[in-house]
């Protein structure tokens, strides 16, 4: 549902986070949900064709995104971000993927960083799932 969801997107569009690992291959890994990186402008035409309203307040101590929604018909609820940044030691930092590997699903394709990319980002999220992930990437 999501790869049909962001088919129309103008600019490149990944998926991260577990579910991205798991598109890597990597098993056993827990899926809870489907985070997906996209422009602005993508994203803003992405909620409005699939009814997802922005949610004003998505920023925690971690993460805060310029937009971000939560489409909540999938079987995984798919968290649209779009200007995703993380709180790091030298302030926020943008989460901007420059890799972007196709990966079949279902009878289509979606998007992840490379392995290493991915690894760089789970490790700057800091967070013990997060370090779980990288080093179920890397081993």
């Given at each position: ?75 995984l ?35 992840v ?27």
């Open positions: 549902m999501t790869a049909d969801a962001m088919r129309d997107a103008q600019d490149p569009w990944w998926v991260i986070s577990s579910a991205a690992v798991a598109l890597h291959g990597v098993v056993p890994i827990e899926v809870g949900d489907v985070d997906v990186l996209m422009s602005v402008l993508d994203a803003l035409r992405a909620m409005d064709r699939l009814g997802v309203v922005p949610i004003k307040d998505g920023t925690s101590s971690l993460f805060r995104s310029t937009l971000f929604g939560r489409w909540e018909t999938p079987p609820v798919v968290e649209i971000m779009a200007g995703f940044h993380v709180a790091t030691s030298a302030g926020w930092t943008e989460v901007l993927p420059r890799t972007r590997v196709s990966r079949p699903f279902d009878g289509r394709v979606v998007y960083p490379d392995r290493a990319e991915l690894s760089r980002i789970l490790r700057m999220f800091g967070r013990p799932k997060d370090l779980e992930r990288v080093r179920l990437l890397t081993s």
